[in-house]
Each structure stands twice: as C-alpha cells, then as structure tokens.
C-alpha cells in the first residue's frame, strides 16, 4: 500500500501552496535543477485558479461555488436545483476541511503524539454542511454567497441526507466526542462502518405498523467523504487455524474467505480552530468481485456470489440477528471493522519507527461498548503469529492499549457469541480466547484457591448449549481501565456484571466518565437565537462560551431579569411555530402552539417505557372526557409527540408504535377534547428531526426503569435548551438534577435499590393490576376493549404488564400521573416557568462533552493537545 504523504517532506517546512497542491493531485510538485517548481496539472495560473478555494469573502466563495457547479457536477446555472446548489456549496465548504486536514495531520506526522482512536459501530454525525459553516466560522458568508446566487441557503441545508451511520444515544455519543476532540485540539480518529442503507427508513402503514424499508442515503453524491482507493486491507473469515510446533503460542491461519476492506474518510472540523480530526469508514468488497468461468459456464449465481456475499457486510447496520445467518453476519461485521481497523493504525504506528513494545506509548483504542471486543484477540493475533512478539509480552501490549466503555447493565444487551459459531468463521481468535481464558482463570485461581464457582461466573466462556463467549467480561480484562458512563451506571457495574472483577483486580481499574454532548450542535446549531441572545448576555463571542460551557452560569442572575425573560419565552414561542410548520409541511396536521409541548425521543424499547408515556396519555384524555365543558377550560392544554424507532425483530415495541398512533388518531379527531390534548408520533427519527424537536420542549420525558439507562444524553440537549426534565432517578437524570437543582425537575418512580425487590414480588407475590393502580386498569380495560382500534392487538404487550411487569410500569403509574399533574400546576405560572427553564439551561455546563474528551485524554489515554499552526 503507498502512503498519501511523500516521506521526504516529513519534518521539513512545506508552503501552503504546496500543501494544496498535493491536496489536489495527491503527490508534491516536482522540481528542476535549479529548484523551480513544475507544476503537475497545468501551469501556476491555473494553480492560482484553483486557490481560489482559500477564499472566504463573498465574491470568492461564489467563484468556488460557480467553479464547482460546472467542473465537479459538470452542470450549467441554468439547469441548477437546490440539490445541485447544496453539492457544489457542499464541495467548496470542503475544500477549506481538507486543507485544515493536511495541515492537522502534518502536524501530526511531524510532532508524533500519542494518538488515541475510537471505535464505534455507531456515528450518528447528522447533517454536516451547517455544522461545518458553523464550526468554520462561515454561515453568514456562505448564507450571503448562496443568496447572490439565487438560493435560501435554509433549503439548501434541507437537501441534505442524515448519514445512515447509527440508531440512537451509542452513535451519537462517539459523533459528539470527535466533535469535541477535535475542538479541543486532540489527535483522536474514529473508525467505523460505511452502511450503504443504515439501520432503515421508517414507515407507518394506516393501520399504524412501522414498516421498514431500505435507507438509501448514498444514492446522490456524498461530498463528505473521500474515497481513499490506496487504502485498503485484506480481512480473512473461514478457514483454518493451525498451532505451529515450535513450543510458542504461534499458529498459521489460512483457507477460507478473504474480504477487502475499503476506506473512506470523513473530516471532523474543530470548532474554531484549524484541527480538523477524521473518521474513517470501511467498505466491504470482494477480492475478486466476478468468476468469469462460471459466468461462461451459463452458473450466473455462483458468478456474483463472492462479490454479493461480501458487500454484504457493510450493507445494513445491526442486521436482525434472530436468524442464523444474521448473527454470523453481525459477528462478520464486528470482525471485518476492528481487524481493517487494527491494520490501518498499526501501519500508521510503524512508519514511526518504532519498536513494537511501544504501541502503547503512542496509541491508545476505546472501546464503545462491546461491539469492537474482536479488537483484542485481533491484536494479540497480529503481535504473536505476525510480529514473533511472546504471548506474555503481546498482553501486556494490549492491555496497555485497551479501554472499555461499558453502556448497559441489562443482561440481554451484553453480547455473547456462540462457540461453534466462531469456530466456524473465526477459528483462530477462538483458540486466543481459549488461551487467555486459561491464563486468566489460572491467576483467578491463585488469588481464590479453590473457588469453583467464582471460576465458572469470571470465565469468558459460559457453558451451556451452546458454549457462549461472554465479550463483556473480554473487553474488562483486555483493557486498562473500565468505566461507566454515568455516576449511578459506573457503580451499578463494580457492584452487579463487573463484581468480580472488582474484586479481582481492585476498584482503581473501574471508573466513571459522565456523559456529554457538543454545545456546538445542541446548542448553537439547532437554536441559534438562544446562542444568539446568550452570546449578547455575557457580551462574549460565542467561540469563548461554546467551548467553556461552565460560563452559562453567570446568567442565573437575569432569570430574575423581566426583560431577559420575555427575550428566552419569545424564543421559544419562535421554536413551538418552527416545530409546527415542520408537521404541518411534512404529515399535513395542524399544533396549537400556545399548549406546552412534551416531548418523548429516543429509541423504542421496553426499559425506556414509552408505554408508560402513552398510557399516562390514554389515561389524561380519560381525565378529559369525564370533566365537563367548564372544567376543561381550566385545563393546561398539552402536546404530546414521540419519535422512535424500534427494531425490526422487536415485536413488543412495534405495537408500541402501533398503539402511539392509532390513540393520536382517535384524540386529534375528538372535538369535545382536541384542544386540550394533542398527540403525534413522527416517523423516521433522525438527528436532523431531533434539531427541531430539542429546542421546541417545554418538558421532555425520560422515565426508564431505574438501574436501566445507563446514562442518556437527549436529557442533557433538552435542559441545555431550556426544557424541564420529567424523570425517575436514573442514569445521567440524577446528576442533572444535582447541578440544576430539585425544585426545577420533576421526579417520580422507585429507587435504584428498590427495584429488584418490587420485581421478586411481581414473580412470587403478584398482585393483580386493579390493585396496585385503578387508574391503569382502567387504561388496559380500555385498549383491550377496542376504543383505539382491535384490542386483540395489543394483548401480547398489556399482558407484559399483567404478568411479571419486569419494567415496573403498573408500580410506578400512580407515581407518573402525579408527576405529571406537579408539571401542570408548574406551567400555569408561566413567569415561574420561564425562571425554571432558564437556571436548568444555565447550568448545564458539567454536560459539555468538551469536559468528557479531556476527562479521557487526561485520566485514561494520556493524550496532549496538539496545536496545529496557522
């Protein structure tokens, strides 16, 4: 593989013509006996042309808009589309990123710095072109350019398609970090998967059923990405996996199928500065893509299976993995990234030169979550069988280099992966896990003689039928250290999944680093009045606040401010009407805007009860109908709106959705009630539709089952945007309402500590629904009755409620409803209201993720920021 920079300009001073130079032709200019440069694609005018890139006035952002239009999309203004118009801005933004890309990664190249890579099967980067203007400092000038040109810059922004690169709070997390890595002017890359569809597009039949259909989010052109052709690895599956007799841990692998791992890069711009990070994408393709002798033999499947086969990889993000071949290619997946993955930084590390004993010293692998634990037998694979490195110095390597985030508690959220079918596809990093196990449970032995049990709960395989690989447990010993992501989280895991670990390798090794997010998106993007009207508040430049979050609390003083007030509450009236619009142009329905609007979005599943949401919503229109029609004008009218997606093979929290929809259709139609409560479910969640929705709320719910959500981030984008949280005391909840103060959230619910004594009850103790709440047995009467449609329907999911209730829903109702009637009582005093809102966004500042990327460079990988010259 040839490497894109030339080595003889390492370490020497290169100009910036230069640098474009081989930003546009890949290689430096050559030069003549007397040392004058000879320009490789024409002569120095047209170079000059070509820096016209550089410019970022008006008049020059219009030429490279222009010059895009007709030379990179080869169209004229007269048959220009906002599409078109969107690509070509799209393109000049670039530019300006991949210059600060060849400047940031020289700066690299030269200084050496311990560089620190995060692995994520999920980026949910959302939409990049305004993120970008922002990041840039360029919105105003690109908006003024566009404008001239004769587009909304507003609907160019439109034209974009949200990166089908992730599902929820996992992908949008790791999006924050290299945002914030990269503001923060740290060496840190990203790696992951390019899905060609994603995870789905979301549908809503007129029954109200989700309906999946493929995500072609690739279908227009990518101006993101820059398809790297001289990059690429050969990833192999199958085959077999033979131990050498020479009395070392060494064995030869081979057979089997090879896959080519292709990669794209994404830059990642820093915010306010030239350090622009990357994250690089692997493709899958087939090493040789199409057999022409069964082509010619009349076998035209067999023809293209190779290539099908491969392209299969990287084709859908999380494939249903209820069926065989799901799960082998799920397991394929997380394979075929960490191993192109490990490559890639391994060849970075050795054009340094140095010894392999110090990878650690220069590179440092996060693990997000359990989903690139292959990364592990990987490496101490390459160091044995490829590097002749001895097994115990190839561990500690790699348990130098490792660190593990650990997301969930929950049991069937911590992958295990068959024995024999790893056998099958990955023979010779089953026979490593084998090997550590042995060396691991020797040393568990040595420090617990005689333990059997302790062995048989600490052992990475679980026996039963089949044996199954515990790649929680993998990741803990594989790594350096181990945190959890939240206060409550990080103690839930050192005292129930990790507990003898713990115990084992002492508590210093498990930590916790709180989640964040990026101000700059969920802050300054998606509300930019609110920024607008801080920024003139604290009479400082947003490029000071919006990287030192902390300085939103010298606003607390203006909640008592009138005039301030009026400023914060017209901003949100402005977000309510663009929410509205946004309904009202997309699904055709009509929000009476002067209602609170509470907000519910995240991911469908059980734990985070959206159930108990809509059945607090099916009880409050019960409310409703009882009252008469004097009563129901003392009523805070409320707008209640959920988006979600739910997995395809998850047939609970489809009739979730199914049910969310057909209650929203019977109340929006009832005349007696309609403008009291309202309810609308949007289809098709995404980070772009999250924009809108955020700084919209007046409340926003987040009510999982407590010791259930490990930590959340959509709480943090809505109290940074000055919507109330409604919540049990939970995951990242409780920290907020430590720094925002009690008296602004809303509580409900059992404690962590009670929870698993409520559930023993429901087992052994069980106390019918009409006991434990009237009111909700009047709900399920109700659903199950048909008032929203077939009540056979939705038995499977009332019937999780009747029996068992793992999720507490009927414990906790009675506890939400009067939750929910303290949110009215608050919301009547709109001044007191506003006031709230306002000390809940100021002091948000702990929830930055520029605080959470630092507390990882400094406490975990031992990284320093690199400042990248002007």
């Not at 300006?96 to 890579?117: F, G, M, S």
């Not at 500690?396 to 049991?411: D, E, G």
């Not at 196990?437 to 052992?459: I, T, W």
């Not at 009563?631 to 009739?655: M, Q, S, T």
Request: glycine share 6%; charged share 25%.
């Amino acid at each position: 593989m040839t490497s894109t920079i030339d080595p003889k300009a390492i370490g020497k001073p290169v100009s910036r013509a230069r640098r474009h130079v081989r930003t546009l032709t890949g290689y430096l200019p050559e030069t003549d006996e007397s040392g004058k440069e000879k320009w490789p694609r024409g002569d120095e005018k047209t170079w000059k042309e070509n820096m016209r890139a550089l410019e970022t006035d008006v008049p020059g952002i219009s030429r490279n808009i222009v010059n895009h239009v007709q030379t990179s999309l080869a169209r004229q203004a007269y048959n220009l589309d906002d599409l078109g118009a969107y690509q070509a801005a799209a393109l000049s933004v670039r530019d300006n990123l991949i210059l600060n890309w060849n400047d940031t990664q020289l700066q690299y190249t030269r200084k050496e710095p311990k560089r620190a890579y995060y692995l994520s099967l999920e980026f949910l980067m959302g939409r990049a072109l305004d993120n970008a203007l922002l990041n840039l400092d360029l919105k105003k000038q690109y908006s003024e350019s566009t404008d001239k040109l004769g587009f909304n810059m507003e609907d160019l922004l439109e034209q974009e398609r949200d990166a089908a690169l992730g599902n929820g709070g996992l992908g949008r997390l790791a999006a924050c970090y290299l945002d914030s890595s990269a503001s923060m002017e740290l060496p840190v890359w990203g790696y992951g998967l390019r899905y060609k569809y994603g995870i789905f597009q979301q549908l809503i039949s007129p029954e109200g059923q989700q309906l999946e259909a493929p995500d072609p989010w690739l279908e227009n052109q990518n101006p993101w990405e820059l398809p790297r052709l001289d990059v690429q690895y050969d990833v192999r599956f199958y085959g077999s996996a033979d131990r050498l007799n020479d009395g070392t841990p060494r064995a030869v692998w081979s057979g089997g199928q090879e896959v080519v791992a292709q990669a794209y890069d994404v830059m990642i711009p820093g915010c306010f500065t030239k350090s622009t990070n990357n994250l690089r994408l692997w493709e899958s393709k087939p090493k040789r893509g199409f057999d022409l002798n069964s082509f010619n033999a009349g076998d035209y499947e067999r023809a293209v299976e190779s290539s099908n086969s491969a392209s299969a990889i990287t084709s859908v993000l999380y494939p249903n993995d209820h069926t065989t071949f799901g799960k082998e290619l799920r397991l394929k997946q997380q394979y075929f990234w960490t191993a192109a993955s490990l490559a890639d930084m391994i060849r970075r590390f050795k054009n340094i030169g140095k010894p392999i004993t110090q990878f650690p010293e220069y590179v440092a692998i996060q693990l997000n979550d359990t989903h690139p634990t292959m990364a592990i037998p990987e490496l101490m694979r390459i160091l044995v069988d490829e590097e002749d490195v001895p097994w115990d110095t190839a561990w500690q390597i790699t348990t130098n280099t490792f660190f593990y985030t650990n997301h969930t508690v929950l049991p069937e959220a911590l992958e295990k992966w068959p024995v024999p079918l790893m056998q099958h596809l990955l023979p010779r990093h089953l026979q490593i896990i084998y090997d550590i196990n042995m060396y691991f449970l020797q040393a568990v032995e040595k420090k617990f003689p005689g333990d059997r049990e302790r062995l048989a709960r600490m052992s990475l395989i679980e026996e039963g039928f089949p044996q199954q690989i515990r790649m929680a447990f993998l990741a803990c010993i594989g790594s350096r250290k181990v945190n959890g992501v939240a206060e409550l989280h990080s103690e839930l895991v050192k005292t129930t999944i990790l507990k003898d670990f713990v115990e084992f390798e002492g508590a210093g090794k498990f930590s916790n680093v709180t989640n964040g997010i990026t101000p700059r998106r969920w802050l300054d993007q998606c509300n930019p009045e609110l920024s607008a009207l801080i920024s003139k508040s604290l009479n400082v430049p947003k490029q000071v606040w919006l990287k030192d979050l902390f300085m939103l609390k010298k606003l607390l003083p203006l909640a008592e401010d009138a005039a301030f007030r009026k400023e914060w509450a017209e901003i949100k009236q402005r977000n309510k009407e663009r929410l509205a619009h946004h309904v009202r142009t997309t699904l055709g329905l009509e929000i009476n805007t002067n209602a609170m609007f509470d907000v519910q979005i995240k991911r469908l599943h059980e734990y985070k009860r959206q159930s108990l949401n809509i059945l607090g919503v099916i009880h409050r229109y019960l409310t409703l109908k009882d009252m008469s029609a004097e009563e129901r004008k003392k009523v805070n009218p409320r707008v209640v709106f959920f988006a979600a997606k739910a997995a395809p093979g998850y047939w609970i929290a489809k009739l979730i959705i199914r049910l969310i929809v057909n209650v929203a259709r019977i109340l929006n139609a009832d005349p007696e009630t309609k403008d009291y409560l309202q309810l609308y479910f949007l289809p098709d969640y995404s980070v772009s539709l999250a924009e809108v929705l955020i700084p919209a709320s007046d409340i926003s719910q987040h009510i999982s089952t407590a010791g259930t959500e490990a930590s959340g981030t959509s709480n943090m984008k809505f109290c940074l945007n000055g919507g109330l949280l409604l919540g049990t005391v939970d995951g990242a909840n409780i920290e907020i309402g430590e720094e925002v103060g009690e008296s602004n959230v809303f509580f409900f619910g059992y404690l962590t500590p009670e929870v698993e004594q409520v559930r023993y009850n429901n087992i052994y103790h069980p106390r019918p629904v009409e006991e434990k709440s009237p009111a909700l047995a009047r709900v399920l009467s109700v659903v199950s009755q048909g008032m929203f449609g077939d009540g056979g329907i939705y038995e499977p999911f009332l019937n999780t409620i009747r029996q068992g209730d793992y999720y507490l829903i009927a414990d906790d109702f009675d506890s939400y409803i009067n939750a929910l009637k303290m949110v009215d009582d608050a919301y009547l005093d709109k001044e007191e209201w506003i006031k709230k809102s306002i000390r809940t966004a100021c002091t948000m500042g702990k929830f930055s993720s520029d605080r959470a990327i630092m507390e990882y460079a400094e406490s975990y990988w031992n990284l320093e920021p690199v400042k990248i010259p002007a």
